[in-house]
């Protein structure tokens, strides 16, 4: 978990309209759209969808671009970085995009929740609440780490909570979509419980200080 004093330079995800071959032209119109819809209050589209309904690009290229920004936003989170293109390309198919609003909750402390989050874009919270109801502090978290794996031992019960702090991107599969990879693959595996045992770590650490 990437918390406030990491300064360490991680690689940036590519944005979508660099898998795309329509215009940058285009993009743009696209992006203005989108954001005249935000000025009007109206449902957002994502701009792959804006791009469709402009005739820019076809369902079929959306559809390949995100397969390619998935497979190489799966490779840049440390859990999965060791496979190799053919099984980062699979594995994505288990995947699906979630936007998030600055300040909006996703994780709720104690729910049933199976269900692994990637980190792609923005910037999240981890906390919990003490006894008393007060929200205790655990981490900040950012790209391209992944949330919501201490639950896949938990039976999808959540441990802590999680909200955006800004504008938010997520990668999200469930997890028995993931099992064989967790289970069989070791070097994802041991990738994956090294995930956890930093974590653990990390949050003992945190509630040892709010407790001194």
Same mark, same amino acid.
């Given at each position: ?40 209050? /109206? *449902? #957002?589209?994502? %701009?792959? =969808?804006?791009?469709? +309904? ?47 609003? /600055? *300040? #909006?909750?996703? %994780?709720? =402390?104690?729910?049933? +929740? ?24 655990i981490a900040f978290v ?26 938010? =991107? ?34 003992s650490e945190r509630l ?5």
């Amino acid at each position: 978990m990437t918390v406030e004093n990491d300064t360490q330079e991680k690689p940036r995800p590519r944005l979508l309209g660099e898998y795309l071959s329509c215009s940058r032209g285009s993009i743009r119109i696209a992006m203005q759209k989108k954001r005249d819809a935000k000025v009007r209050g /109206a *449902d #957002q589209k994502r %701009i792959g =969808e804006l791009l469709i +309904d402009l005739d820019m690009i076809s369902e079929e290229d959306l559809r390949n671009a995100l397969r390619q920004q998935r497979a190489d936003r799966l490779g840049l989170c440390p859990v999965f970085e060791s496979l190799n293109r053919t099984e980062l390309t699979g594995i994505g198919n288990h995947f699906s995009e979630v936007s998030l609003t /600055a *300040d #909006q909750q996703f %994780i709720f =402390e104690g729910e049933n +929740d199976p269900t692994l989050y990637i980190l792609v874009e923005g910037k999240l919270e981890v906390f919990i609440k003490d006894k008393d109801g007060n929200e205790v502090h655990i981490a900040f978290v950012s790209p391209v780490e992944p949330i919501g794996e201490m639950g896949y031992f938990q039976g999808g019960i959540r441990t802590a909570s999680v909200r955006a702090v800004v504008p938010t =991107e997520l990668l999200s599969a469930a997890y028995k979509n993931l099992t064989h990879y967790f289970e069989h693959v070791p070097h994802v595996a041991h990738a994956f419980l090294d995930v956890i045992n930093r974590r653990q770590a990390e949050t003992s650490e945190r509630l040892n200080d709010a407790e001194n």
